[in-house]
């Protein structure tokens, strides 16, 4: 029968921990101004590793249904950000958003590899070595959310959501 210390031995590194990651941005260079790659890392509070389905395909076979493997999809990726009073990081977004689609005649970028950018996520172990690592193949901003101000918040940061869309994701342990 197992026991702690047989549990103790698989849980390896003490277990990965949620608060140890790091995300690299690589901001368009018509959004960017410089910077926001380095402060990105710092000032990106939250984020997820990414998730996937693969779909399924039912098949009518004599009153009862084969189910095979469909395509699969990604969902959307979403990052949350501490906002400094330069609004360095909010403002590439606006400025990347913007690219894509301007606000004033509705016009914007057309061929993706003007907008899209690989983004990272790694995680970390406790020592800041990096143990897993994330690629965002072909990644862009849909929605930028709004930043809440209120005279009864003390002593807090603002903070502010995007989320993104991407074509896919490669981990360093797949190709």
Same mark, same amino acid.
């Given at each position: 029968?197992?026991?702690?210390?047989?549990?103790?031995?698989?849980? %390896?590194?003490?277990? $990965?921990? $949620?608060?140890?990651? %790091?995300?690299?941005?690589?901001?368009?260079?018509?959004?960017?101004?410089?910077?926001?790659?380095?402060?990105?890392?710092?000032?990106? !509070?939250?984020?997820?590793?990414?998730?996937?389905?693969?779909?399924?395909?039912?098949?009518?076979?004599?009153?009862?249904?084969?189910?095979?493997?469909?395509?699969?999809?990604?969902?959307? +990726? =979403?990052?949350?950000?501490?906002?400094? #009073?330069?609004?360095?990081?909010?403002?590439?977004?606006? %400025? +990347?958003?913007?690219?894509?689609?301007?606000?004033?005649?509705?016009?914007?970028?057309?061929?993706? !590899?003007?907008?899209?950018?690989?983004?990272?996520?790694?995680?970390?172990? %406790?020592?800041?070595?990096?143990?897993?690592?994330?690629?965002?193949?072909?990644?862009?901003?849909? =929605?930028?959310?709004?930043?809440?101000?209120?005279?009864?918040?003390?002593?807090?940061?603002?903070?502010?959501?995007? #989320?993104?869309?991407?074509?896919?994701?490669?981990?360093?342990?797949? #190709?």
């Amino acid at each position: 029968m197992p026991n702690i210390n047989d549990f103790k031995s698989k849980l %390896r590194g003490g277990g $990965a921990r $949620a608060n140890q990651f %790091r995300v690299t941005m690589p901001f368009p260079g018509f959004a960017s101004v410089g910077g926001e790659t380095e402060d990105m890392s710092f000032l990106c !509070s939250s984020t997820s590793l990414p998730g996937m389905t693969i779909g399924e395909v039912a098949i009518p076979f004599r009153g009862r249904e084969l189910y095979v493997a469909g395509d699969r999809t990604f969902a959307t +990726w =979403t990052t949350t950000i501490l906002n400094d #009073t330069d609004f360095k990081i909010r403002n590439a977004y606006e %400025r +990347w958003l913007n690219g894509i689609n301007n606000m004033s005649d509705n016009e914007g970028l057309v061929n993706p !590899s003007d907008y899209q950018v690989d983004a990272f996520v790694d995680q970390l172990d %406790r020592n800041g070595n990096v143990i897993k690592s994330y690629t965002f193949r072909g990644m862009f901003p849909t =929605t930028l959310d709004d930043i809440a101000l209120d005279y009864g918040t003390n002593n807090a940061v603002e903070t502010f959501t995007a #989320t993104h869309r991407y074509q896919y994701f490669e981990t360093n342990t797949t #190709t």
